[in-house]
Each structure stands twice: as structure tokens, then as C-alpha cells.
T-cell receptor, first 117, second 113 residues
Framework: GAVVSQHPSWVICKSGTSVKIECRSL??????MFWYRQFPKQSLMLMAT?????????EQGVEKDKFLINHASLTLSTLTVTSAHPEDSSFYIC?????????????FGPGTRLTVL | GQQLNQSPQSMFIQEGEDVSMNCTSS?????WLWYKQDPGEGPVLLIA?????ELTSNGRLTAQFGITRKDSFLNISASIPSDVGIYFC?????????????FGQGTILTVHP
């Protein structure tokens, strides 16, 4: 089956620093990757859609200068939380799609827990 | 953003009981997906539905794509303790796998031994 990894699985940082989260598709090429944010006991909220080699498309209300997304290859997308603040603490999850086939689907990574002190 | 209406929000059941949860939407979807999420993990796909009226099973799980394309349900038969977790429905309006998913609020399932 399709496997998506994330690194790191958890990170603690000081307020004002930047944090980079990696999302990799391990056994397939992902033209499109998605980044979600999830608060405790809540649903997943889509932050942005990332296509390889082009700029990410951000959802309304998501600051693109705050959450920098780079999708430089077909197996790697990165999310950088810049100048992190405590309110950015959350569970960040990526997903990846391998093909345009309507019967394909998104495969999710295990998530990254970010805590900003 | 847009969300699906998923119910119930939580369920407390005894081991061996059957479980049913559903999602409804004001919009038509071309794909319905059901995911399970364990604490601190990403969602894992349980069942994918691609055609209106489609009924699909995966072991003790059965899901259906509503005829109107605005709803879906998931049934779990003979629940066991490892069924504990949060179950999410997700709908996709587009015709390709690159389309955005809209998620329900989730159903928290607790199974008492």
C-alpha cells in the first residue's frame, strides 16, 4: 500500500523560531500533497494544496507567509512554520495523491505534533 | 471551511454491539471516504465509495454511498475493543484524486469490554 511519512513526529520550539516539517511519499510519486491542521478532538482542516513544481494554493484564512510550503520533488513536500507562536501549536498532517485517477485517494502521514513554548 | 454533518459525535457501546454513523451534506460529492484515526496518528482509510448507491464492505465494516450523493453511512458489526478511535467521513466533489476533501466533525467511538 501507499506509505506517507512525516518528520519529525513531534517538535518543541521556542516562540519566534521557525520549524520545518517534511512529508514524503515512500513508495509512490505524489503530484499533489495536502497539508492539514488538527486541534484536539476536532476535525482536519485543510491548510493548503501543494503541487510539485508550482506554488501552493492556500485555503481562505491561512497565512501563506506564515506557513511556507515547498513541493520541490514528486516525493517531498515541506511545511515551514515561520516565527512560531504558542497559538501555532497543533497537530499537522500531510497527505498525498499518487495519480489523477478518480478511484485513487489521499494517503495520510502519521502527523507532526508541534508545541511552541 | 465547509464541513460535513457527521453524527453521532460520540458513542459509548459494549463489545459485540453493532455501530452506525452517518454523514450528510448540502452539496453533492463524487466520492465518499471513511477514515479511522487513533490518538496521535494520521487517519487511515477504511472504505472508499465512488458510485451513488454503492455498498462496500471491509471485514466487519460496511459503508454506503447515498443515492442522492449527499450522504453516506458506516456500519461496524460486532465491535471489539480495538475499534476505539475517531471515525471521519470525507467527501470529494471533484472527479480526480487531486481534489480537496471535506471532512466531517468525527465520531468518537468508545468500546467497553
Amino acid at each position: 500500500g501507499a506509505v506517507v511519512s512525516q518528520h519529525p513526529s513531534w517538535v518543541i520550539c521556542k516562540s519566534g523560531t521557525s520549524v520545518k516539517i517534511e512529508c514524503r511519499s515512500l513508495d509512490f510519486q505524489a503530484t499533489t500533497m495536502f497539508w492539514y491542521r488538527q486541534f484536539p478532538k476536532q476535525s482536519l482542516m485543510l491548510m493548503a494544496t501543494s503541487n510539485e513544481g508550482s506554488k501552493a494554493t492556500y485555503e481562505q484564512g491561512v497565512e501563506k507567509d506564515k506557513f511556507l510550503i515547498n513541493h520541490a520533488s514528486l516525493t517531498l513536500s515541506t511545511l515551514t512554520v515561520t516565527s512560531a507562536h504558542p497559538e501555532d501549536s497543533s497537530f499537522y498532517i500531510c497527505s498525498a495523491s499518487g495519480s489523477a485517477s478518480r478511484t485513487d485517494t489521499q494517503y495520510f502521514g502519521p502527523g507532526t505534533r508541534l508545541t511552541v513554548l | 471551511g465547509q464541513q460535513l454533518n457527521q453524527s453521532p459525535q460520540s458513542m459509548f457501546i459494549q463489545e459485540g454491539e453493532d455501530v452506525s454513523m452517518n454523514c450528510t451534506s448540502s452539496s453533492i460529492f463524487n466520492t465518499w471516504l471513511w477514515y479511522k484515526q487513533d490518538p496521535g496518528e494520521g487517519p487511515v482509510l477504511l472504505i472508499a465509495l465512488y458510485k451513488a448507491g454503492e455498498l462496500t464492505s471491509n471485514g466487519r465494516l460496511t459503508a454506503q454511498f447515498g443515492i442522492t450523493r449527499k450522504d453516506s453511512f458506516l456500519n461496524i458489526s460486532a465491535s471489539i475493543p480495538s475499534d476505539v478511535g475517531i471515525y471521519f467521513c470525507a467527501g470529494r466533489a471533484g472527479g480526480t484524486s487531486y481534489g480537496k476533501l471535506t471532512f466531517g466533525q468525527g465520531t468518537i467511538l468508545t468500546v467497553h469490554p
